[in-house]
């Protein structure tokens, strides 16, 4: 497809040259190369597709930059970034890397967040248009915010003082009547109602905050979104904008399955079928069926999904909908219904992204931990990796494993992560968290007894002298290879220890090292600041051992390679025996 007026259109203002037809073609044109990009590279799918025609009527009736749009998640951003100058990094795929998945400062002046979570547009707006108000000036300030995001309890904050500033402020409510998955909640009652009833419903939820109430039938219709925008630019007062549109609009797929299709691997637009197919087993594919066994004989189990089933409960929605609660992209709430649910003796187990759970702290300390209720946590995709910056998995130990009563597990492979699966719901005496590893499935075939209510007791895998290597959950194989490598340059035979327990540690066994160790290493996936690593650190403060302390720099990092970060951080057995070199002389 030739790109006749994309080509034209290098920053929002080419947009306002343009006849009504061109805009059209445009959108289509847009529509072609976000397919044809995002099939190679991987990426959101179905929220872009739909926000085609809203994001040219945006830039064509509003004037970014000096005018501000902020994007929920910003996962419906790529066609904002391919109007506002950066289209080559859609087009050619010698730039494709130069662009981030979500809005980000640093790439344009049209971007005013790195914004990666949900709920959070309102909020930021807010803070944009108090900003404006102090200094005097007069731009609109627009949040736009997906009906999944609405589940938020920082979208309903957010709202809130909104209504009640009584100056310009414009929410535009891209409903597509889908989260990342089905939408959960009362909220969408009232959405589906307004949608049934042109926008006239009674009952109306924005409303009865104070908004000002705009509906648009047809979101994907380009005149009436700029018939629309046009009337509430440059209000007085704060407006909601409720426009309907279709997640996946123009390609069949999508519009059929827009729960696969909302996030994607790359895929080859002829034959339909993934460029990294993997016949192998996945952690979060042998826990949910785990689990669905579990839940036939016991229906005091529930599961919580904060609005991500696919993180370990895709065949147990479907098997067990009385014992599934989705509870919409809402993690504190999840963390907080799952301790009611333990304080009454069910047995709640939440599957949640390490980047999210940090949403969660205060329900972790305040609701759960200070009442000692029993719920099972499967914290998902923690470990270094090469993701953007907004969905790190560095930070969940020192989070987690520092408040007190929680029982932080971490598993080494399959058999370890079933036992603990299995011991954390049947407990009942503590919240329990596993760090379920992000790598490939691990399989010794080994059985391991589901009881871990000797708390923080490690577990020594090989007895050995002068060096010990503790090595947490996923980084276990590599404190094999270095232990390897240690026998065969050196001809040391190192303790090799699988400390279980991220949240404690066994002090009996490191101070037995001491009688013939000069050097203990840790290895953990993740942060080392507040980490695991800086408990044993910490024990061995005051005796006369070195210790080594290996995982990831506090940093934000974005979109650097794994290989790259595990070479920054001397993450591999080669840098790690010269590092033990150089301490034993």
Wanted: charged share 25%; hydrophobic share 35%; glycine share 8%.
């Amino acid at each position: 497809m030739a790109l006749n007026v994309l080509n034209k259109v290098n920053s929002p203002k080419d947009l306002k040259e343009l006849s009504k037809e061109q805009l059209f073609t445009l959108a289509d044109e847009i529509r072609e190369v976000i397919i044809k990009k995002v099939s190679k590279t991987g990426g959101h799918f179905g929220p872009n597709l739909g926000m085609v025609e809203a994001t040219i009527a945006l830039h064509y009736v509003f004037h970014s930059p000096i005018d501000k749009i902020v994007y929920d998640v910003s996962h419906q951003s790529y066609p904002h970034k391919i109007l506002t100058g950066r289209k080559n990094g859609f087009i050619d795929s010698n730039e494709f890397s130069s662009i981030s998945g979500y809005t980000s400062p640093k790439e344009s002046e049209h971007d005013f967040f790195t914004v990666g979570h949900t709920s959070t547009s309102v909020s930021l707006a807010c803070g944009l248009a108090k900003a404006r108000d102090i200094k005097g000036t007069n731009e609109n300030i627009i949040a736009v915010i997906g009906d999944g995001s609405l589940s938020g309890g920082e979208a309903y904050e957010g709202l809130n003082n909104a209504a009640a500033s009584g100056k310009n402020i414009i929410i535009l409510v891209n409903d597509n009547d889908i989260s990342i998955a089905e939408n959960y909640g009362g909220l969408y009652q009232n959405l589906a109602r307004l949608r049934e009833t042109n926008g006239k419903a009674e009952n109306n939820f924005f409303q009865s905050l104070g908004f000002e109430y705009h509906f648009i039938k047809d979101g994907n219709n380009l005149e009436s979104l700029i018939e629309t925008f046009s009337k509430v630019k440059d209000s007085d007062h704060p407006i909601v904008v409720h426009m309907y549109t279709e997640k996946g609009k123009g390609y069949a797929d999508s519009e059929l399955n827009k729960e696969d299709f909302h996030y994607i691997m790359p895929f080859d637009l002829e034959t339909k079928k993934t460029l990294f197919e993997s016949s192998s087993e996945d952690y979060k594919e042998i826990i949910d069926a785990f689990l669905c066994e579990k839940a036939s004989k016991d229906n005091r189990i529930v599961g919580i999904s904060p609005g991500t089933p696919m993180l370990g409960f895709n065949k147990f929605r479907d098997s067990h909908p009385e014992q599934f609660v989705d509870v919409g992209i809402a993690e504190e709430h999840a963390i907080a219904l799952a301790s009611g649910i333990a304080s009454q003796g069910g047995k709640p187990v939440v599957s949640i992204h390490s980047s999210f759970i940090q949403r969660t702290y205060d329900q972790l300390s305040q609701d759960l931990a200070i009442n000692d209720n029993p719920a099972l946590i499967l914290v998902q995709s923690g470990g270094i990796s090469g993701t953007d910056v907004t969905h790190l998995g560095i930070f969940d130990i020192p989070l987690i494993s520092n408040i007190p009563n929680i029982v932080y597990l971490s598993p080494t492979s399959k058999e370890e992560c079933l036992a603990m699966v299995e011991w954390g719901i049947e407990q009942v005496e503590h919240p329990v968290a596993i760090r379920i590893p992000n790598k490939a499935v691990v399989s010794t075939g080994e059985k391991v007894d589901a009881d871990f209510s000797q708390l923080n007791k490690f577990k020594k895998m090989n007895e050995g002298s002068k060096v010990a290597i503790v090595a947490l959950g996923s980084f276990y194989q590599l404190g094999e290879k270095v232990q390897g490598k240690l026998k065969e340059e050196m001809g040391i035979n190192a303790t090799l220890i699988n400390p279980r327990f991220i949240s404690g540690i066994d002090k009996d066994m490191l101070a037995e090292l001491q009688g013939n160790h000069q050097l203990v290493i840790t290895l953990e996936d993740g942060v080392l600041d507040g980490g695991f690593g800086e408990k044993i650190s910490r024990f061995y403060g005051d005796k006369d051992m070195k210790v080594l302390n290996y995982g990831a720099t506090k940093e934000f990092t974005d979109r650097v390679g794994i290989n790259e970060l595990y070479e920054r951080y001397r993450l591999n057995e080669e840098l790690i025996i010269e590092d033990i070199k150089n301490v034993i002389k």
